[in-house]
């Protein structure tokens, strides 16, 4: 618990933006790989994250170690094993996709129209067919491509190259805008365990190219005449004309109305998927406790000590330590903000007696700030030699230099102060006077305030009170 509270409170301004950044970054990674094997091996991956920050908590020192090299190895592995994964996300990523625009022109009613009479032909007769829509994510690492024809999109081209008598039969048709760019295209099949086992080898490699990009795909099934249309791994099957031309000219126009309303695709960024959201969060925070947390750092200190509540009548006398040397073990962030003053010993007195004592000065002593902890103190005894004050009223008379005019004598005012040190110093105190007076400048003026002298000098005087006084010349009474 220890440790959790000081990462908390080890927590700046820089590593909550550092959090940020890996909670999107993990939620676009969980978005596109959900669904998929990958999404489970992630799980995985999380699981052994929690149980290695467990047994670092819990100081089991071999485990946490052995996991901590085993985590990196697999990092490395799924680096490699990963690779076109990888590449197509950052690819979708991409923030220059964003600045040049979509990856294709306004689709054309004419081609919707065109595509909807060739899938209705083929569904009649029976010809299976797969017909992918090229969106916002190139497909070039995704599929294989077959024929080059960049042709235009028409009923009749779709129909011909879907006959059995076509050497382009077997394989997808590729569309980006209103032309056929390629033709008897292999795509990557699905591995989902769960898929009806009524679709066949055209949907499962259709519904793999969409469980990895945003392409639309038709599919026409050879044995049931079905038309299915498959976006983000999702299968929906049509029956009616109509209804697939709604639902094929809605695909086709979505990336426009994305950037027509960015505002409201924004909110509604915001509101979709928040359990992934909330994931991808305990994921980011998660690696920062794991990576971050434990880079510990240790800063040696020269700190002052503060000496309280020391009781009336007491003083500390001889030689005594006004500050010790520290070792403070926090995190590198905590440790570079510390301010002066921000760590400081405190020693009560209120238990001393008179002459020497002896104290112990152990972490509880130390003020220092959240998330720091306090490796070594020294010294860690001190000695304190504890004397009574005491309390005495005198005279004061005052050093004159210069003879006083006739019948004139000096008044001060108060006539006596009290004087405050420790027993023994106080005992030596032969009298209480002020700085040479003048005689001349003293008629001159009137009065002077000078200050209060206590011989002999070099004495250890608590307190003077006051510690000035006003000496004036003043003619004696007949």
Same mark, same amino acid.
């Given at each position: /618990?220890?440790?959790?509270?000081?990462?908390?409170?080890?927590?700046?301004?820089?590593?909550?933006?550092?959090?940020?950044?890996?909670?999107?970054?993990?939620?676009?990674? !969980?978005?596109?790989? *959900?669904?998929?094997?990958?999404?489970?091996?992630?799980? &995985?991956?999380?699981?052994?994250?929690?149980?290695?920050?467990?047994?670092?908590? /819990?100081?089991?020192?071999?485990?946490?170690?052995?996991?901590?090299?085993?985590?990196?190895?697999?990092?490395?592995? !799924?680096?490699?094993?990963?690779? $076109?994964?990888?590449?197509?996300?950052?690819?979708?990523?991409?923030?220059?996709?964003?600045?040049?625009?979509?990856?294709?022109?306004?689709?054309? $009613?004419?081609?919707?129209?065109?595509?909807?009479?060739?899938?209705? =032909?083929?569904?009649?007769?029976?010809?299976?067919?797969?017909?992918?829509?090229?969106?916002?994510?190139?497909?070039?690492?995704?599929?294989?491509?077959?024929?080059?024809? +960049?042709?235009?999109?028409?009923?009749?081209?779709?129909?011909?190259?879907?006959?059995?008598?076509?050497?382009?039969?077997?394989?997808?048709?590729?569309?980006?805008?209103?032309?056929?760019?390629?033709?008897?295209?292999?795509?990557?099949?699905?591995?989902?365990?769960?898929?009806?086992?009524?679709?066949?080898?055209?949907?499962?490699?259709?519904?793999?190219?969409?469980?990895?990009?945003?392409?639309?795909?038709?599919?026409?099934?050879?044995?049931?005449?079905?038309?299915?249309?498959?976006?983000?791994?999702?299968?929906?099957?049509?029956?009616?004309?109509?209804?697939?031309?709604?639902?094929?000219?809605?695909?086709?126009?979505?990336?426009?109305?994305?950037?027509? +309303?960015?505002?409201?695709?924004?909110?509604?960024?915001?509101? @979709?998927?928040? *359990?992934?959201?909330?994931?991808?969060?305990?994921?980011?925070?998660?690696?920062?406790?794991?990576?971050?947390?434990?880079? #510990?750092?240790?800063?040696?200190?020269?700190?002052?000590?503060?000496?309280?509540?020391?009781?009336?009548?007491?003083?500390?006398?001889?030689?005594? /330590? +006004? *500050?010790?040397?520290?070792?403070?073990?926090?995190?590198?962030?905590?440790?570079?903000?510390?301010?002066?003053?921000?760590?400081?010993?405190?020693?009560?007195?209120?238990?001393?007696?008179?002459?020497?004592?002896?104290?112990? %000065?152990? #972490?509880?002593?130390?003020?220092?700030?959240?998330? %720091?902890?306090?490796?070594?103190?020294?010294?860690?005894?001190?000695?304190?030699?504890?004397? &009574?004050?005491?309390?005495?009223?005198?005279?004061?008379? $005052?050093?004159?230099?210069?003879?006083?005019?006739?019948?004139?004598?000096?008044?001060?005012?108060?006539?006596?102060?009290?004087?405050?040190?420790?027993?023994?110093?106080?005992?030596?105190?032969? @009298?209480?006077? &002020?700085?040479? %007076?003048?005689?001349?400048?003293?008629?001159?003026?009137? *009065? /002077?305030?000078?200050?209060?002298?206590?011989?002999? =000098?070099?004495?250890?005087?608590?307190?003077?009170?006051?510690?000035?006084?006003?000496?004036?010349?003043?003619?004696?009474?007949?």
């Amino acid at each position: /618990m220890q440790t959790l509270k000081e990462l908390f409170y080890s927590i700046s301004a820089t590593n909550v933006v550092d959090i940020g950044i890996i909670t999107c970054l993990m939620y676009f990674i !969980l978005v596109w790989f *959900r669904g998929t094997r990958a999404f489970q091996i992630l799980a &995985t991956l999380l699981g052994m994250g929690l149980f290695y920050f467990f047994a670092s908590g /819990m100081g089991l020192i071999l485990t946490s170690v052995l996991f901590q090299y085993l985590g990196a190895a697999i990092i490395l592995v !799924l680096v490699v094993v990963f690779q $076109p994964e990888i590449r197509e996300m950052l690819d979708r990523a991409s923030p220059i996709r964003f600045l040049r625009g979509t990856y294709q022109t306004d689709i054309n $009613p004419d081609t919707i129209e065109e595509t909807v009479r060739a899938v209705a =032909d083929l569904a009649r007769y029976r010809v299976g067919a797969i017909m992918v829509f090229q969106r916002l994510d190139k497909l070039d690492n995704l599929i294989l491509k077959g024929k080059t024809l +960049d042709s235009l999109v028409s009923s009749e081209a779709l129909t011909m190259i879907f006959q059995k008598t076509s050497a382009l039969h077997d394989g997808a048709v590729l569309i980006l805008g209103d032309r056929i760019k390629a033709a008897g295209c292999i795509l990557p099949l699905s591995k989902k365990e769960e898929l009806d086992p009524q679709y066949g080898t055209r949907h499962r490699a259709a519904l793999g190219l969409t469980e990895r990009s945003d392409a639309l795909c038709v599919v026409v099934s050879e044995e049931r005449g079905e038309v299915s249309l498959m976006e983000r791994g999702v299968i929906t099957a049509y029956r009616k004309k109509s209804e697939f031309r709604e639902a094929l000219a809605k695909g086709l126009t979505h990336v426009k109305s994305i950037q027509q +309303d960015s505002a409201t695709g924004l909110m509604a960024l915001l509101r @979709s998927n928040w *359990r992934l959201k909330i994931l991808a969060f305990g994921i980011a925070a998660l690696l920062w406790m794991v990576i971050v947390g434990p880079q #510990r750092s240790e800063l040696g200190l020269s700190v002052p000590i503060q000496y309280t509540n020391l009781a009336p009548g007491m003083e500390i006398t001889g030689t005594w /330590m +006004d *500050r010790i040397d520290v070792r403070l073990r926090g995190s590198q962030s905590g440790l570079a903000n510390l301010q002066p003053g921000s760590v400081r010993a405190v020693l009560d007195l209120s238990g001393v007696v008179p002459g020497l004592n002896f104290f112990r %000065v152990s #972490r509880k002593n130390l003020q220092v700030p959240p998330g %720091v902890t306090i490796s070594q103190i020294r010294p860690s005894d001190l000695q304190l030699h504890i004397e &009574t004050a005491l309390v005495k009223k005198m005279n004061v008379v $005052p050093t004159v230099v210069g003879a006083l005019p006739d019948n004139t004598r000096i008044t001060v005012a108060p006539a006596e102060v009290t004087v405050r040190a420790i027993q023994d110093d106080l005992k030596k105190v032969v @009298s209480v006077t &002020t700085e040479p %007076v003048n005689v001349l400048e003293l008629r001159s003026r009137g *009065r /002077m305030t000078l200050p209060v002298v206590v011989k002999p =000098d070099g004495l250890r005087i608590d307190s003077i009170d006051p510690l000035q006084v006003i000496i004036s010349l003043e003619a004696e009474q007949p």
